[in-house]
C-alpha cells in the first residue's frame, strides 16, 4: 500500500490522543506533526507516556499550529479542535491542497440556518458546508472516498445515527417521535480544567444535563431528516457517568406496522432483523447482538465497534433500540482513521482490528 | 414521644443493612432483633463493622429468623427477604398482632391476576393484597397512619411514581405513551455473590437490562392506573452503571396541553409548577428543583430524599421530568422508616434529616 | 447544654461542605455564620443542595469573610483555609476574643524553624504556635479543653499518629526507621480545577506524588518526637487513588523486643495488644480490630473513626500496623467538631455518632 | 518469520481473556485451541464480545480440556490455571513434545521444600522445578530461549522484582530489611463469583490483605536470593484498590552507602542511574523515568510496560523506587506472550506493542 503523510491538529485533548495512539500503530499512515499551543516543544513521550514505547514518540514534538507549515508536510490533516476554532484551519489547509478530516462540528451541517441556530453565530465558511462529506462510513462510503473535506461524526450522533437510519429509510418505523436517552463517560467533556469534571464531583454521581436543547441534535435532526425524507425532530437527553470512555444510548422508536397479535410481531421482528442485516451484516464495524444479549460498553470501549441491540414490546408498541459505543472510537479517532482509509484507497479496517 | 420496639428480618442485606443504620439511630424506635440465617451468632458490630462506634452493636446478635420470637419482642417488624419469602413471614406475624413493614415486592399489587402475570406464580395470600397499604407516603400518608401490613414500594417504582403520579391526577398529562429510563447503581441488585455485578463487570461499564417487562412495572402501572383512573401502560428501561447507590430517572411525558407559541408554553409551565408545588412544596422529602439545576444523584445518595426538575420541550411538545434519589434510602429503607413514623405518630421526618 | 455560637470561614471545599455538614446536625452548636468569596449572597442550600432539606440552609448566606463580623456573631471560628492564609483570619479572631479551630497547617508546628524549612517561609506569628493545641483528642484532650487556638491535625498526620504515639510511648518501638506508606481518596486534593484531578486522570490510576519530603512529615515528625523524646525522622509516601475519601496507611515498625520464638511473639503481642486497650480501649472515635479483620475504608467513611489493626511478623522481625480513617471526616472536619465538643464541655461524641 | 501454533488451557479467566487477545493479533502466533470446562461449546465471540470483530472468534470454539488433543494440534501451550491445577497439565504436555508457558505459581521455586511451606502441600512434580525457567526475560532471557517449561512470573512480583535485582546484583542495596508496599487492580482476583469482590465492596474500598505472608513472597525471595547470593527475607503488603487493572509498587531500600552529603548522595545517585541505563536502558519493556516524573498505572494499563522511578532520601538514607505495571500484561499474559517471542526466535515485541 502507498503510505501518506498525516498530521493532527490540537493533539493534546482526549480525541486528539486517541487520534495519536491510533496513527502510531496504522500500517500506512505516517504521523509527521502533531500541534498544540501548550505542548509545543515537548516530545509525544513526554505529554503521552503510555505510548512512549513507540520509537516515534521519542523524536517526534508538538509544534504550534501553522496551516502553512502543515501544508508543506502533510497529506491528511486531522483537526481535533473546539467548535468553532476548527473552521479557521480548515480554510487555509483545503486551499493548500490538503485534505482534511474535521473531528469538530463546525462542518456536519449541510443548512447554514440550522448551524446558526443551535451554534449561536454565522457559520463562516458556508460555502464549505454544501462540499464536506458526514464522516459516517457505514453510511457515506461512497462520498468520504471521494472527499477533500470529511466533517467525522460526534459521539453522541454516530450511536443514535446507526440504529436509526436504516429503519426510517426502509420505512418500518415513524419519524415522529423519536426518542434518544444516552449516558457518556466523561472523556466526552474533554480535557478541561472545570470543577464539575473533577473526580469527586463526577464519581458516585448520574445527572442530565443540556436539557433539552443539546448542539448535537442538529446534525442527528439533520441526518434522520435526510434519511426519512421529510423534517425529524428528535427528543435526545443526555446524562453523564462516572465512566472515562464509552457511550450507551437508548432508542424509543414507533414501528410504523401494528404488532398486537403474536403472528404481526414475528412478521415485524423479521423485517427488522433484515433491514439490519442487509445494512451492517457486513459491516466490520457495526455488532449486532444475538439471542439474549444486550449492548454493554465495557464490550466496545478501546474498539472501534458499535454494539447493537432490540427488542419489540408488544404492550407498548415500541421498538427499543439500544447501542454501545466508545465515545473516542467510534464516536471520533476511530471513526476519522476509518474515513481515512477509505479515502486513502486502503482497507477500511487498517489500523482499527 | 412514645417509643417502639422494632425488628428486622433478612438484615445483612444492602437495603437490611441500611435499615439496621437507620433504626439504630432513630429517636424513638428501638430495635430489639435483627435476623439472617447466615450471620445468626454474630453481633451487628461484627457483621457491619462500619456500625461498631454504636454501643447497641456490640450487644445485639443476628438470630435466626423465627415469626413467634419476634412477635414476642416487637410491635413492628420489617421485612427486607427475597421476593417471595417475605410473605411466609408477613402472615403470621399479622396474626400475632404485629405491624409489618415489607420491603419486598409480595404486597405491592392490589391485583393477583397482575401478581401471577409479571412473578409467574399465584400470590400466596390473595386476601392480604386488599389490606395491604402500599407505603408511598407523599401519596398515601393518611392511609398509612392506619395500616398493620405496609408494601413499601420498589426502588425504581418510587422515582417514576413521585413525579408522574401528580400529573395525572391534575390531568395535566396524557396516561399514553410514558416512557421512564432510569440508570441504577450497582447496590439495586443486592449482595448476591454473581458475576455479572463483580468489580471488573460492573466498573467502566453501562448496560440496559431487563428490557422490555422488568417486574416493578407491575406496580408502577398499577399506581399510574389509579392516578390516572384508567388502565396506564409504561415503557421502562433500567440501567446498570457503575455507582455504588443512587437511581437517576427521565421521564417522557405528553401533556394534555399543546405549547407551540411563547404563551402556551408559559401557560402551561406555570400549571405544572402549581401542580407540583400543590404535591410537594411542603413536603419534607421531596425537592423541587429551580433555575437551571438538574437532579445529580451525589445530592440524594445518603438522604431521604427524591430531586425534581422538569423541562418543557416545545420542539417535540412533550415535558421531561428528571428525578434523582438514594435506591436504599427512599427508594427503600428511608422510605420504610418514613412509614414507621407515620403509624407511629412519631414526626415524618424522625431519624430521616 | 449550652450551645454555642459557630462560624465557619472557607465554608465551599470539602472540608468546610464536611463541617457544615456536621455542624448543621450538631445537638448544641449553633452555626451562625459562613464565608466563601466565590460564594457570598448564595443560601447554603443553594451551594449545597444535599444539605437543602435542612431548614437552615434556606436562610443561612454566604458572605464574604470579615474578621471583625466573624468575632461578633460567633464564638468559635473554623477556619477551613489554604495554608498561609488562615494564620491571617486567627491573629485578630483570638484578638477579639474567639476560640478558633484552624484545619490548616498554619499552628501545628511548635518550631517556627521547622515551619519554614517545610512551607519556604517565615511564620507570620510565631509567638502563636506556643500556644495553640495541636488537636488530636485521643492524646491532647486535657489541653484541647482550655485551648484558645486549635490547630487541628492534617489527614494523613492522624492516620499515623494514633496507630504510633503509644507504641512510642511505651518504648515498645524503635523510633528509628519507622515507614508510613498511605493512599488516599481524591477529596484531599481539595476542590480545585486542576487538570491532574479531573476524573479521567483519577480513574482507573494509582500514583505516589510528593516523594521523599511531603509538608505533612514535620507535623508528623514533631509529633513522633515528643512522643520519643528524642528527634524521629519518618519515611512517609502518599498515593492518590480513585475513591472520594479514605485514607488507609500502612506502617512499618521496628519493636525494640527481638520475637523469634513463639514465646517471644506471644508476650510482644500481648505487650502491644495491652498497649493499645491501655490507649484506646475506652476511646469512642479508634476501633481496634479483633481477630481476622483488617481494615477497610469503607468501614469508615462518613464516621469520626479511625480503625487499627497490627500484625507482627516473625520472618523480619517487623510490627505491621494498619490504619483506615475518612480523611474528611476524622482526618480533618470530625476531628475539629469533636475538639469544639471538648472545649465547650459537650459530651466528646455529640453531632458525631 | 515461521508461525507457531498455540493454545491455552483456561481461557476464560482474566489472564485467560488477555492471553485470547494477545494470541488473536500476534503475527507470528497462530491461536488453535481454547479450553474451558465452564465455556466448553460456546465460540470466543460469545464469550468475549469484545473480540467478536477478528474473524478468528467466530469459529474457535472453547473444548474441555485434554491434553492429548492440546499436544497434538499446539506446539506451545499456556496454562491459565489455578495453582496446583496447572502442574496436572504440564506434566502430560511436556512429556508430548509441548513446549509449555505457565502463569500459575505451579513451577516459579527452585525449591520444593519452599514450595511446601508457602503452599501447605507437597510438590507434584519436583523434579521439573529444576528443569522449568523462570520467565522474567529481562533477566532470564537467554534460559527463556532454551526453554521447555516456562514459569511465568506472578504480577505482584514482577512489579518488585525489576526494581530491586539489578540494585541487588550491583551491590548497591543491602540485601536486609527490603520493604515492598503494592496495591492492586481488582482483576487480580480472578473472575470468581465471591462476595468480597463485588463491585459494592470494592467501591470506594482501599484495604490490605494477606499480611504478613502472602503466598507470592515464595518467589520474590527465593529470586531476590539468587541476586544477591544470600537469602532475603521481604516485608510485603499487598491492598486492594478499586480499580480493574494495575499494581503499583512502591520499595523502601536501604543502599550500602552513605549519602548524608550532597557530594555522597550525587554519587550514590550517579551510580543507580548507571545502574538502571545498564540494566533497562535498551529494554523495551520497562521505562525508566525521567525528571519530575511519577509512576501512574494509567500510563501502563494495556501495556507490556513497567514503569520506573526512584527518589534518595537524605533525611532517612533509603532509597525509594516505585514501579507501575498492569498486572494482566506485563505482570502475566503480555510477559508469557514475550516468553513465546523470545522461545520462537521472533522479535521481542512482536504483539506487544
Redesign the interface.
Known sequence: MKTKKVAIVGASG?SGEELVKLLLHHPFADLVAVTSRQQAGQTLAQVF??F???PKTQALRFVEPNAEMLAQHAEVVFLALPHGVAAEFAIPLLAAGCVVIDLSADFRLKSAEMYQDFYAHAHPAPELLQKSVYGLPEIYRDEIKQARLIASPGCYPTSILLPTIPLLKAGLIKPEGI?A?S?S???GAG?????D?????????????G???HRHLSEIEEQLSFAARRPV???F?P?L??????I?T?L?LSPEAHFSSAEEMAALAGKIAACYASAYGHE??V?L?AGK???????????N?C?LAW???P??G?L?V?S?EDNLVKGASGQAVQSLNLLSGWPETAGL?
Open positions: 482526549y507516556p503510555k512512549a514505547s513507540h426518542i436517552d449516558m463517560g466523561v472523556s480535557r478541561k480544567a472545570e470543577l469534571y473533577l473526580f469527586c464531583e463526577c464519581n458516585e454521581s448520574v445527572r442530565p444535563y436539557v433539552p436543547k425532530v428528535v427528543q437527553t446524562h457517568i462516572p465512566v472515562n470512555r464509552g450507551l437508548t424509543y466490520p464495524f455488532r447482538l444479549a444486550l449492548p454493554d460498553t465495557k464490550n466496545v470501549v478501546g474498539t465497534v454494539e427488542r419489540l414490546d404492550r407498548t415500541r427499543i439500544m454501545a482490528i
